[in-house]
T-cell receptor, first 110, second 115 residues
Framework: SQQGEEDPQALSIQEGENATMNCSYK?????LQWYRQNSGRGLVHLIL?????REKHSGRLRVTLDTSKKSSSLLITASRAADTASYFC??????????FGPGTRLSVLP | DVKVTQSSRYLVKRTGEKVFLECVQD?????MFWYRQDPGLGLRLIYF???????EKGDIPEGYSVSREKKERFSLILESASTNQTSMYLC??????????????FGNGTRLTVT
């Protein structure tokens, strides 16, 4: 059962620009997490936002959560070539375990 | 740092073979998970385990089984490999039994090809 859907599927930007990815989900959640996956590797946890939080920052990452719209966004500021990766949102909906979306492929061009 | 180690990065097996994918974590995590990742489909949960000798089915358990005899090790077994099981397999672990605010820690994946 696919819960999260990232948008866009792919994104290309220039180094130094900001990148915004969105995630929509369908049911009530306990928390929402964002992960990064470099090509051919495992996923790395970036940030977790609980259902009672609206915004969270970690370095160049900013995550927002709107539970009324069942959506979240991940903003990467001042992007670098090393940010090139796929980004996934994962929702934890109270005991159903984590459900991942298909991901957004981000390309940061030098 | 948590380390989740998958025994093979690449594996090529023949149709009908029994395949074992091994995963070991070194941080005494209670939860362990097996996902498969296919283009356009994201990650799909195959099986998970909250404790030793305990297992629960995920979204796509058909054709797979698991074993967790020790806390640190979670094995995925393909009883009779088929070509539609060609995929990237990802193992993950997380800290607490039912604390869903624990992030997942992933291994680097095993790319399995069944010919």
């Amino acid at each position: 059962s696919q819960q999260g859907e990232e948008d866009p599927q792919a994104l290309s930007i220039q180094e130094g620009e900001n990148a915004t990815m969105n995630c929509s989900y369908k049911t009530s959640i306990n928390n929402l997490q964002w992960y990064r996956q470099n090509s051919g590797r495992g996923l790395v946890h970036l940030i977790l936002i609980r259902s009672n939080e609206r915004e969270k920052h970690s370095g160049r990452l900013r995550v927002t959560l709107d539970t009324s719209k069942k959506s979240s966004s991940l903003l990467i500021t001042a992007s670098r070539a090393a940010d090139t990766a796929s980004y996934f949102c994962a929702t934890d909906n109270y005991g159903q375990n984590f459900v991942f979306g298909p991901g957004t492929r981000l390309s940061v061009l030098p | 740092d948590v380390k989740v180690t998958q025994s093979s990065r690449y594996l090529v097996k023949r149709t009908g073979e029994k395949v074992f994918l091994e995963c070991v974590q070194d941080m005494d995590h209670e939860n362990m998970f097996w996902y498969r990742q296919d283009p356009g489909l994201g990650l799909r949960l195959i099986y998970f385990s909250y404790d030793v000798k305990m297992k629960e089915k995920g979204d796509i358990p058909e054709g797979y089984s698991v074993s967790r005899e020790k806390k640190e090790r979670f094995s995925l077994i393909l009883e009779s490999a088929s070509t539609n099981q060609t995929s990237m397999y990802l193992c993950a672990s997380s800290l607490f039994g039912r604390d869903y605010n624990s992030p997942l820690h992933f291994g680097n994946g095993t790319r399995l090809t069944v010919t």
